[in-house]
């Protein structure tokens, strides 16, 4: 087999490596993708999928288990980046979900409560390709989750009588993985997905059982899909 040679001369090294530097500034002008001190806004349809369930319902109820079901809803979050790859992320949505009984007697009662959920969570992003269309990130962070205006079901109400249902705050940790896809030069696609740790304890104050105890293990898998905005 034979090979023909190549000879570069000092001419065509010199023409290659112009064409080089003049196509590189071209090539960084078209994916400028984001930098340090962009400050990125987006808009998304969430999937919450709370993936744990609860401890007994103390006293009266210790081998009852209760879970909560999905729920879908708008979420707004703010990302400022500190350099071209070190974001920092505040995530805001609420949430309304339901808690129903899964076994033993609360599972003949079905829903049990309905609440409102507000789980604010900051996280800290490494973003891989900050200059290119399509850029990928990890984060962690910290959730702080509120409940607010819980309500005991029709049917717990009609087993145990009128009931009061309060909910702590709970404090968790926060881990991310999403990408954004350019679609010009100021607004992108986005796919986010988040499982956000969250074990509040419930306390309802009821008729026939007195004051009961549930501490449950929400923990959701958050998945988004949504478009963003370079301010």
Known sequence: MKFSKLIVTPAALAAALGVGLTATPALAKEGEGIKAHDVLLRVRGIWVKPTGTSDGVLPALPGDRVTVRDSFAPEVDLTWMATNHIGFELIAATTRHSAHG???V??????VLNTWVLPPTVTAQYHFNPSGKVRPYVGAGLNYTVFWNEKASDSLVAAVGPTRVHINDSVGYALQGGVDVDINKRFFLN?????????PRATLDTTALGRQTVKTRISPVVVGVGFGIRL
């Not at 609360?106 to 829903?111: D, E, H, L, R």
């Not at 796919?191 to 074990?199: C, G, L, P, R, T």
Request: aromatic share 6%; no cysteine.
């Open 106 to 111: 609360t599972a003949g009662i079905g829903k």
């Open 191 to 199: 796919v986010d997905a988040k499982y956000i740790d969250i074990s």
């Open 102 to 104: 899964k076994q033993g």
